[in-house]
């Protein structure tokens, strides 16, 4: 192996392993009414699989933020000021 293939592997290493455990977006997408009202509900335990999807994962965390949107709107919250949800959307 040449030292550009290490140095490559290695990085593909580390940026693989930023999004484990893995999650597809099918799961991710069934999961975030459940996950979202969760957070509504006061439990700011988000699974470390569907963390480390969102944050790979543009469209997931656009359907997430507009799901967690109108979930806190329909409770009458500010999803911006809730801050578990903020984290959310943001992470």
Request: proline share 5%; charged share 25%; hydrophobic share 50%.
């Amino acid at each position: 192996m040449r030292t550009t293939d290490t140095w490559a592997a290695a990085i593909l290493a580390q940026v693989v392993e930023a999004f484990e455990p893995w999650m597809s977006c099918d799961e991710c997408f069934e999961r975030s009414d459940q996950i979202v009202q969760a957070l509504l509900d006061g439990e700011p335990a988000v699974p470390a699989g569907f963390r480390a999807h969102l944050a790979g994962c543009a469209a997931c965390r656009d359907e997430v933020a507009a799901l967690a949107a109108l979930a806190a709107h329909d409770r009458g919250l500010d999803p911006t000021a809730d801050e578990p949800i903020a984290q959310l959307i943001v992470d």
